[in-house]
């Protein structure tokens, strides 16, 4: 059932479950008595029976007692070392069973009825068959005992949540009965009163004056702690934060600093206060305030109840008060943080949700509400059960706190349901957030308004109808999971502003640098990570709330370290971690490798670019293949028993997967003939590019237009490639001329030979040479060749040598011919003779006066 410690166990979560007993190791594990017991197949014999008698006594203790929380937790405490030894004992004779099996295989098949063999051969036969029985004996021992005992606390673990069901859904006093509201309220006034007696009697009078005597000092320290802390500390960390962010808002700072939940759902956030800080500064000084919001008020707290504690004021009713009241204040502290960080209603430049200002003033406001309706549930009626008040009080004072939580859930989904978003607000250097990104938010809000909703509902009636623990358990319940789920988004949200942050950074520096943008890749995969690091996190939290114990998690965990078969081959999520870490250091080391033999020792070398280019490449494929080797090996994961399988899928996936086969193959060709290398210029399909990488699958050529051209491998090799650069990049140029009948060709030559020369790009050697190609149709045709240093430039080269010509030949006025068309026309003197006759029957227009209207 919940009670006041359930907050305490929330909050110290990952703390307890860190402290607590872990899985005993393969080699020990504690005992009962607290010694080490060592698992070994020599005393097999002293653990079986040891079990055995452990087990009969558990059995014993499963018909005669009633199974709670304390009972379960240590039937746990004896049977988990008992399922980790027992497997543990079960692996060690399957380990040293494999090479008995072995050596037996190699003495051959046992001799037939009537046949003999050597008398060392059948001893050695025998004794490899009475170790091999033995070690069978402690296999099929060994898991009868695990067995036995997962039974056993599988029976323990279905008695206890049996029990916790039975009392969630016992019905007691209905609490609108008028006469539980009267011994309600005698009830707390008598309570009230007990704690001022014990607190006023002569006997606390006489030991405060001891106390106060003793450690007067210590407590007024504290108190004075606590008061620095919560008001002078506090204030002046709020008051600077809100000035680094507002440095105009220095009045609105001194409100910030002192102004309730409530004040911010009515005053309106000031706006206008300068331009919005960047990224960086908001992620920042929101950290800052977070921070301050929930470190100073608990400090305050724990040095407050330290300094009562320590003046022992209070008798044991105080006490039992004054832990409900320190215990709801803490909630309070922490959902007050949770809130403000997550929809900040009085500093909008520090919202990480996208909610209008009015929408999250309203939406702080009440969430605040359902806060502290839960911290009286979770404190003072927390108090009440540790007081044994009567039940009827009890629900009582359960349906007040539910009756409010209720309210406010009620209103929070109504605000919800016609939530504004914040105008997106353009920044300089950031980029505006895309439509599509904020599905996870709008899926997430839709899913806790409906949750709302039903919380709103249901947990009211389940009060009224008289269920007081299903009640409290399902409002705590609920609420718990929104504050982890918050935390979860609160702390993914953080992360992605980090991301997003240090990206705007780095491309500030590149853009300094001069260097070109890389894009954003990378930006969403560390804040994924972060979120799915979160939400496994939150799995045991969320257990946790909802009544799991940590018993539980523990046996959730052993469940999933044993991990599952196929076949005979057990996959352990252990060793598929470790081979995952081991492929993963792989590929780091391959690509680190790559990056050093890239930048330090290929530049050193004489090799060309596509050389170096395939080296680099042959060796990423070479590390891939040996961290994939290596993983399988150390990671423990034992393939051999999936090799048919593995045989026909691969024969399946092989009709189906073969051009990628192929492509891949042929890039293995590619990368060793080298028949293309990064950075040659080729012809693929009647389209020019230059080679820019060699991929597994296919090659991407960069075209002229500086579009990507990419290639199959496997049409590299089987189909026909022109390579311009194949062994170096001397290449020819053709500049065709045509000039008019009548013209000096030699002349021509000479002036064609005179161009080519002068260029510095056309060797000496081989010469340029002029072609008379022949008599044209209106032009004797000429080529102009020659070899260019580099054929990357014959484009800008035969540009030059065309400007040339042109110049050169205007200047010695030879004319470059052009096509022309002379048309003749039969019976010319027929053609006209008819359009005249045409032209004298036409009729004519009638004549007009002079205004233009006709006569």
Known sequence: MPDIRRLGRLLLVLLAFALASPAPTLAQSTGAAGGVTVVSIDNADTLFLRWEQQAATIEKRLQEEEI????????REALDPQRVNARTLAAQARDQLAPLLAQLDSLGPAPAEGETESAEVKSERDDLNRRIATLRGVVSKADLAFTRADRLIDVASAAQRARFTDALLQQGPAPIDPRHWLTAGTRLAAVT?????????????????EVWRDSGLTAIAALTFAFVMLV??????????FLAIRPTGRAEAVAETDASPEAAAVTPAADGQGPRPGRVRRLLIGTGMALTRLIMPIAAILAARYALRLLDVLGPTGRVLMDGVFTGLAFIVVASALISTLFSPRIPELRLSDMADATA???????????????????????????DMPAAALAVYNLVTVLLASWGLWRVAGVWSGRRRAPVVAVEGEEAPQADENWLTENLVRGLRRGAYLLAVVTPLAAVAGYYALSRYILQSGILSAVVIGGVVILFLIANEASQALYEAGRENREAKGEADRGEAGVGLFPVFIGFVLCLAAIPVLALV???????????????TQGFSIGETRFRPGDLLIAALVFGFGL?????????MRRAVMPRTKLDVGARSSIVSGLGYLGFFVAALSAISIGGIDLTNLAFLGAALGVGIGFGLQNIVNNFVSGIILLIERPIKVGDWIEVASTHGTVRKINVRSTEIKTFDKASYIVPNSELISGAVTNYTHEDVMGRVICPVGVAYGTDVRLVERILLEIARAHPMVLRRPPPAVIFQGFGASSLD????AFLRDVNWVLATRSDVNFEIERRFAEENIEVPFGQTDVTVKNAGEMIELMSRAAAHAPRPAPTDEEGKTA
């Open 68 to 75: 709670t929380t304390e009972v379960l937790a240590s039937i």
């Open 193 to 209: 009163a007990e704690a001022v007696t014990e607190a006023t009697s002569g006997e606390a009078a006489e030991r405060r004056r």
């Open 232 to 241: 002078v500390v506090r204030r002046y960390a709020m008051r600077r934060l």
């Open 361 to 387: 003033r309203q939406t702080a406001f009440y969430t605040m509400v359902v806060a502290i309706a839960l911290a009286f549930n979770i404190g003072l009626v927390g108090a009440g059960e540790a007081l």
């Open 546 to 560: 909802w009544g799991a114990t940590t018993g539980d998690l523990r046996e959730a965990y052993f469940g999933i």
């Open 588 to 596: 780091f080391l391959t690509r680190l490798l790559q990056a050093i």
């Open 782 to 785: 000429f080529e102009l060749r």
